[in-house]
């Protein structure tokens, strides 16, 4: 059974970054673009910042751009989410997707893979 591992939540002061990992644990198959969603209590799931396999094409949230940066390390085999400036309304469960599509979507639907999520809390 493939699963992606996110890790690096955390709670954060208004203003603070924290930067979340997402890496496939079990096994191996070809999880090409990645994204990161998140849900807010009472919220739907939404999108949040997404990366093609290539890592030249990125995706980003209109209320993340230019906040938030997301990455990935081939030798690491891990995507990156860097979350700078944060605001108490990024406060939410952070999870990352995986496709096996070189590039990445907007749509929960395009994804095959997913992590179990990782709890961000922006302290006001």
């Known amino acids: 059974q493939v699963q992606l591992v996110e890790s690096g939540g955390g709670l954060v002061q208004a203003g603070g970054s924290l930067r979340l990992s997402c890496a496939p644990s079990?096994?191996?198959?070809?999880?090409?673009?990645v994204a990161w969603f998140r849900q807010a209590p009472g919220k739907e799931r939404e999108f949040v910042a997404g990366?093609?396999?290539?890592?030249?094409?990125?995706l980003y949230a209109d209320s993340v751009k230019g906040r938030f940066n997301i990455s990935r390390d081939y030798a690491k085999k891990t995507v990156y989410l860097q979350m700078n400036s944060l605001q108490s309304e990024d406060t939410a469960v952070y999870s990352c997707?995986?496709?096996?599509?070189?590039?990445?979507?907007?749509?929960?639907?395009?994804?095959?893979?997913w992590g179990q999520g990782t709890q961000v809390t922006v302290s006001s």
């Open positions: 079990g096994r191996t198959v070809s999880v090409y673009a």
């Open positions: 997707a995986g496709r096996k599509v070189s590039t990445a979507t907007r749509a929960e639907s395009g994804y095959d893979y």
């Open positions: 990366i093609s396999w290539s890592g030249g094409n990125t």
